[in-house]
């Protein structure tokens, strides 16, 4: 069964720490994964995309990795501000069908204390 | 910032009622989605088009339709609204395979 499992489920830190945070996946085949950050009572941004091939990619502060080979990626904070709070949504894509079917995480509700 | 926009953000309403939520993009998507999303879960695909009158239903079985008669506007629409229906609906478009943007979405109480 294809899934996506992101760990932890919520996660407290002071500005300006670093946090990491976890996705595993089970998806085949594989296309892509995306890492999206969702702030309250808004729609899903999307933060990077990675193919089979990359295995990091950064966006400012936010650095994603990713291991095709043990399915598993990680998004990094670095000098986390206020302003990260926010549920950050791992989606994986296969490449099953046309519509490149998406499987997405439920999120790490990350809140950022100052 | 992506042009797709969602009307209203927030709808109470009695059950029984019919309501429409809008949503259009002015990015000339031809692919078109709408989630539904309950707090701290996932996104559940309800509905998807891939161009002018074409629509499917998505992985999650809805008692919602959707029509697409032009390229920028997606509506939705409940005949009858259930407090079951009560969530938050977002909705999406993007070109073939490429990322998905956004509206900021509706949240829908039903009493």
């Known amino acids: 069964k294809n899934q996506v499992e992101q760990s932890p489920q919520s996660l407290i830190i002071l500005e300006g720490k670093n946090c990491t945070l976890q996705c595993n996946y089970t998806v085949s085949p594989f296309s892509n994964l995306r890492w999206y950050k969702q702030d309250t009572g808004r729609g899903p941004v999307s933060l990077t995309i990675m193919t089979f091939s990359e295995n990091t990619k950064s966006n400012g502060r936010y650095t994603a990795t990713l291991d095709a080979d043990t399915k598993q990626s990680s998004l990094h904070i670095t000098a986390s501000q206020l302003s990260d709070s926010a549920s950050y949504i791992c989606v994986v894509s296969d490449r099953g069908s046309t519509l490149g079917r998406l499987y997405f995480g439920r999120g790490t509700q990350l809140t950022v204390w100052p | 910032e992506a042009d797709i926009y969602q009307t209203p953000r927030y709808l109470v309403i009695g059950t029984g009622k019919k309501i429409t939520l809008e949503c259009s993009q002015t990015m000339g998507h031809d692919k078109m989605y709408w989630y539904q999303q309950d707090p701290g879960m996932e996104l559940h695909l309800i509905h998807y088009?891939?161009?002018?009158?074409?629509?499917e239903k998505g992985d999650l079985s809805s008692e919602s339709t959707v029509s697409r008669i032009r390229t920028e506007h997606f509506p939705l629409t409940l005949e009858s609204a259930r407090p079951s229906h009560t969530s938050q609906y977002l909705c999406a478009s993007s070109e073939l395979l490429e990322t998905q943007y956004f509206g900021p979405g509706t949240r829908l109480l039903v009493l």
């Open positions: 088009s891939y161009g002018v009158n074409s629509t």
